[in-house]
């Protein structure tokens, strides 16, 4: 009997008959922190759909092993991001210090403001709790004495702008640019031309930076045209799709929207706000500016449609549901198109998130999981497939961007080139030849003659000719110096000689 006992208590130790000796349900807080008044992509009202959807898709999945709860934090008396960035921190460390549960494992995910990713980072590393940001990323990520907590699903190329240019230039054999960028409010375009010009200053390649203000006036581009046709023929351009039209319009009434300009026009991603790239609004200036297209390329910083394990179309349909059904989203009439991208990364956050921890706790029941730093790099140098596509983080935690750069076919803009980074640094994939004004080339910054026509090239090819031509005139004067005696001399002769015979 005894023997009996001991080996039914050895079996239900080994948990094989004793389901209360199961392992215990967790329970993860997802804390959202984010800003609500303004309609910018990256609120957890424009984002909010997807931490619903991904909430119910753990719940669902994971259930009974993993229970998931989410808890906003924000303050709808904030007007702008700055403001709320200055008080991130007095609301999250007062959430974590009154609401937090220390049985519960706390996970902060937010789409975060603009201006806050560091301050979040800060609250995280001081708690040592994982922050998962899915819009921004930052260069300080790299730094894990700094930054131990924090991993990225945010799919813009941020810290690759710079790098995607000077891939671009090189390829093309590039040596200077010209960069303009529109002073308005969207945001976007200065975040890019920040560490575009960065970059170019650190590798000291020659540019011109050229800022222009966006207002209620129209535009006229006549100034920096004229900078621009004397110091490159590679353009790049960061403003949305009606400023580029405009600018396209102009450079064509200067004879400057041919072969030998290129103009590298920037896009987050299709979106509204950004308006749409294409040469066809209807009017009277179409036919101009579908000629202008073919010397625009676009970069689109993130392109979903080259990943294709992703399902947006049946979740870009139920996010949109949620908009209309729920005022908290502050999206019921659709003003604001679903900003894809940043839904697709909120959502993969939480799946990555249940992933990870559902295999951490099969192979390593031990786990400390309220050790944020060592939870941050269980997702290091890993790929994961989720609902909304593959996301791959490098040895940082940080997201591989998905980029592509696109040339216009004679009717519309195809993708020509997409980011590849195999080799662990960013590198142009190209999909298809360039085809440039029917070459198969992209035309170099500086045309042979120079910007104004009087390289020393070409100068020197003139002075050449121009010697050549003065050295035959030399000789002939020269032979028809030295002829001219032999001819006095013969014609007197031969005058002579018919005398004498007559």
């Not at 050895?10 to 008044?37: E, H, K, T, W």
């Not at 190329?157 to 710079?162: C, D, E, L, N, S």
């Not at 042979?448 to 004067?477: F, M, N, P, Q």
Request: glycine fraction near 6%; proline fraction near 5%.
């Amino acid at each position: 009997m005894a023997d009996h006992f001991f080996l039914g208590w050895l079996m239900c130790s080994f948990a094989l008959c004793d389901l209360n000796l199961a392992r215990a349900a967790l329970n993860v807080q997802i804390l959202a922190p984010g800003f609500v008044n303004t309609p910018m992509p990256s609120t957890i009202t424009l984002c909010g759909p997807a931490f619903a959807t991904g909430v119910d898709y753990l719940n669902r999945i994971y259930a009974p092993d993993m229970n998931v709860t989410l808890a906003y934090v924000y303050d709808s008396n904030f007007g702008n991001c700055a403001s709320f960035t200055d008080e991130t921190v007095n609301m999250v460390s007062r959430w974590l210090y009154e609401k937090r549960d220390p049985k519960s494992l706390t996970v902060i995910i937010t789409p975060s403001c603009a201006m806050d990713p560091i301050v979040m980072m800060q609250v995280a590393t001081q708690w040592n709790i994982l922050l998962i940001t899915s819009t921004q990323s930052d260069l300080m990520m790299r730094n894990k004495v700094l930054a131990p907590t924090w991993i990225t699903t945010n799919v813009y190329p941020a810290q690759h702008y710079g790098t995607a240019m000077l891939s671009l230039m090189q390829t093309h054999k590039w040596t200077s640019i010209f960069v303009a960028e529109e002073d308005g409010p969207l945001a976007f375009y200065n975040s890019v031309g920040s560490i575009v010009k960065r970059d170019l200053q650190a590798n000291n390649i020659q540019h011109v930076y050229f800022k222009y203000k966006a207002g209620d006036s129209a535009l006229d581009f006549g100034q920096f045209l004229r900078e621009f046709h004397r110091k490159s023929r590679v353009m790049i351009f960061l403003g949305p799709a009606e400023s580029l039209r405009i600018l396209l319009i102009q450079a064509h009434s200067r004879d400057m929207a041919n072969h030998e300009f290129v103009y590298i026009a920037f896009t987050p991603f299709p979106y509204k706000r950004y308006g749409t790239f294409t040469w066809n609004k209807g009017d009277d200036d179409d036919s101009i500016v579908r000629q202008a297209y073919r010397s625009v390329l676009l970069f689109m910083a993130i392109d979903l449609s080259q990943d294709t394990s992703a399902n947006l179309t049946s979740m870009t349909a139920v996010w949109t549901a949620l908009y209309r059904s729920d005022p908290f989203y502050r999206n019921q009439d659709m003003q604001d198109d679903p900003p894809v991208p940043f839904l697709a990364g909120t959502q993969a956050a939480l799946e990555m998130l249940a992933q990870v921890l559902n295999e951490t706790l099969t192979t390593d029941p031990t786990f400390d999981l309220q050790n944020g730093a060592a939870l941050a790099q269980q997702f290091w140098n890993r790929t994961f497939d989720t609902t909304t596509g593959r996301v791959s983080l490098d040895q940082y935690g940080d997201r591989f961007p998905i980029t592509s750069l696109s040339s216009f076919d004679g009717s519309k803009l195809e993708v020509l080139a997409r980011s590849n980074f195999r080799t662990g640094s960013f590198q142009w994939e190209y999909l298809r030849n360039i085809s440039w004004y029917g070459g198969s080339q992209l035309p170099l910054n500086e045309p042979y003659c120079g910007y104004d026509g009087h390289s020393w090239r070409c100068l020197a090819v003139k002075s050449g000719r121009d010697t050549l031509e003065i050295a035959l005139i030399v000789v002939a004067s020269t032979l028809g110096l030295g002829l001219a005696p032999l001819l006095y001399i013969y014609c007197t002769r031969y005058i002579s000689f018919t005398r004498i015979s007559n």
